[in-house]
């Protein structure tokens, strides 16, 4: 680590002392890592450091290493930077502080609260209904909180599968009617009334978990921006929720997620109008990524009987 930043965060942190710990992770096709730093002669005994470092011949585990592609990875790190610098959320919808963010040239720097110090030291692969519930109430709250807000220096439409973002990976596509009907899914998502900022990346591996797992906090900003609520829930659901119990658990999931929403919003919204547009929005939502994934990893295993049916009833909705 460069002595800049270690003054940096010896500053920052009052610590006299510091040293590397743990790697955490390897940043996304090669774009840096993100440790834990054990400090000395301070309140806090570590922090967390995403350190993103612009490789000069980025690789992606999926062979999609464009020039364009290059560039929406920057732009993430870009906006997950003024993420944490101008945005701020509550305890309902916990995400670690920033104590400190630099950039010199081809590097980026956030130093981050130890959200394990602070209680969400657990992590899950696999989640049973209450940590699942944990996840949606903190997505119903982050929603509410944000709801009508600009996404003022994020991405004007969140989530990394945006179709606009994505051209190379629609034209991919081998299903010519979904294909054709991108355009239209993306549009009937952009201009639903009710808007909000989406965490754009909400899956389980984002969430981390207290103890007893009846609370979270979540991490990874990168693709937040504005739009629908039900990006969020639908890409949360789609990575904890198995293909056979799809159709058994997704109604109550979705009906507690309005519920927590309900107690969150602000008195004055049409709750029962902003409730009827998302549940609307459900289907056109998951259809929008799983549209992504067919042209991204045609044999991912997100795609499946249940993806495929809501596809199917959406493209009956856009042919009436």
């Not at 944990?134 to 994020?154: K, Q, T």
């Not at 979904?178 to 808007?195: H, N, P, S, T």
Request: glycine share 8%; hydrophobic share 35%; charged share 30%.
């Amino acid at each position: 680590m460069k002595p800049e930043y270690q003054d940096l965060i010896l500053q920052t942190c009052g610590a006299s002392s510091l040293r590397v710990g743990a790697k955490i992770q390897t940043l996304w096709s090669g774009y840096g890592e993100i440790v834990r730093l054990h400090l000395e002669g301070c309140e806090r005994p570590s922090v967390v450091v995403k350190h993103v470092k612009l490789p000069e011949d980025a690789g992606h585990p999926s062979g999609w290493n464009t020039d364009r592609s290059h560039r929406r990875k920057v732009r993430s790190y870009q906006v997950e930077t003024r993420w944490y610098q101008n945005y701020s959320t509550d305890g309902s919808c916990r995400i670690p502080a920033c104590l400190a963010a630099c950039s010199h040239g081809d590097e980026m720097l956030l130093v981050l609260e130890d959200l394990d110090v602070a209680g969400y030291g657990q992590r899950r692969t696999s989640v049973k209904d209450r940590e699942t519930k944990a996840c949606l109430s903190w997505l119903a709250h982050f929603h509410a909180l944000f709801l009508g807000v600009a996404p003022d220096g994020l991405w004007p439409v969140g989530t990394y599968w945006h179709l606009e973002t994505r051209p190379d990976e629609l034209e991919a596509v081998d299903d010519a009617e979904l294909k054709a009907a991108a355009g239209d899914i993306d549009k009937i998502l952009g201009e639903c009334r009710f808007k909000t900022v989406v965490h754009g990346d909400a899956k389980l591996a984002n969430f981390c978990f207290s103890r007893d797992g009846r609370h979270v906090a979540a991490v990874d900003f990168q693709y937040v921006g504005g739009g629908c609520g039900m990006k969020d829930v639908v890409y949360f659901l789609g990575s904890c929720v198995e293909e056979k119990e799809c159709e058994r658990k997704v109604p109550a999931l979705l009906d507690y997620y309005f519920s927590e929403l309900k107690l969150s919003v602000a008195k004055d919204v049409d709750f029962e109008a902003l409730e009827g547009e998302w549940r609307e929005m459900f289907a056109y939502a998951w259809t929008d990524f799983h549209r992504f994934l067919l042209g991204w990893m045609p044999g991912h295993w997100k795609i499946n009987r249940y993806s495929k049916q809501l596809t199917e009833e959406v493209l009956r909705k856009l042919k009436r």
